[in-house]
C-alpha cells in the first residue's frame, strides 16, 4: 500500500472513530423515553386552557338588631290601656331619664313579628318606677303623613338630618332597655309633641 493511500484510510479510522465518541443529540420528532417535550401531556391527554377565577364579592346586608331580654323589651302599647297622661317636658342631668328627653332603643317592627331595630325615642312621661312613655323618631320624611310631625335636626342624628317623630306609634320603655346620649328636645319643639298628642288621643 502506498503511503498516501494508508494516510487516507487512516485518517477515515480516526474521523469514525470519533465521531462514535460525541454525544448524540435526540432527535425532536424521537424524544427518549421517559421525558416529555414542553408545552405537551403525558399518554397522550389534551391539555385544557387555565382560566382566572374571579372571586365574587360578598354582599352585605344589614340584619335587623336581635330583640333584647322579655324585661328589658320595648313594647307597643295601646293608647286606650293608658289613661290620663300629663305631659310635661322635665329634662334633668340624673340618672333617670325625663320627659324631653332623646334616648335610644330597640324598637319593634309594624309587623310586630319579633324583628326590631335600634331606634332614638323621645321619652314623653314616666309610666312607673322603671319604665316610660316613649314614641319613636326616624330621619323618614312623612310630610302629608298625620300620624307624624317634623322636629327638625337635632343633636341625636351625628348626620345632622331632619327628624320626625311618630304620632301613631306609643311604647313602654324601660330604664335597663334604652340607652342615654345626652340629647333632648328644646321646651317649645316638645310642647307642639305634646299638643299634638293630646290632641290624637284625649289624654
Not at 15 to 35: C, D, F, V, Y
Not at 74 to 87: A, C, F, M, N
Not at 107 to 135: C, F, H, Q, W
Not at 172 to 183: C, L, N, P, S, Y
Amino acid at each position: 500500500m502506498s503511503v498516501p493511500s494508508f494516510t487516507h484510510f487512516l485518517g477515515t479510522v480516526l474521523r469514525s472513530i470519533a465521531s462514535g465518541l460525541a454525544p448524540q443529540k435526540a432527535s425532536p420528532r424521537n424524544p427518549p423515553r421517559g421525558t416529555t417535550p414542553r408545552g405537551s401531556n403525558p399518554r397522550g391527554t389534551t391539555s385544557r386552557p387555565t382560566t382566572s377565577r374571579t372571586s365574587t364579592p360578598r354582599t352585605t346586608t344589614t340584619r335587623p338588631a336581635p330583640p333584647p331580654s322579655d324585661a328589658t323589651r320595648t313594647v307597643e302599647i295601646d293608647s286606650r290601656t293608658l289613661g290620663h297622661q300629663k305631659l310635661a317636658y322635665a329634662p334633668h342631668a340624673d340618672a333617670r331619664p325625663d320627659p324631653g328627653e332623646v334616648v335610644w332603643t330597640w324598637v319593634p317592627y309594624e309587623e310586630n313579628d319579633g324583628r326590631g331595630k335600634d331606634r332614638p325615642m323621645l321619652v314623653l312621661a314616666r309610666l312607673s318606677a322603671t319604665t316610660v312613655l316613649g314614641i319613636q323618631l326616624t330621619s323618614k320624611a312623612h310630610p302629608d303623613d298625620r300620624g307624624a310631625l317634623e322636629l327638625g335636626p337635632g343633636p341625636w342624628d351625628p348626620a345632622g338630618r331632619a327628624s320626625w317623630v311618630r304620632l301613631d306609634r306609643l311604647f313602654r320603655v324601660t330604664d335597663a332597655g334604652m340607652r342615654r346620649e345626652g340629647a333632648a328636645l328644646d321646651a317649645p319643639t316638645y310642647a307642639r309633641v305634646a299638643k299634638a298628642l293630646q290632641q290624637r288621643y284625649r289624654f
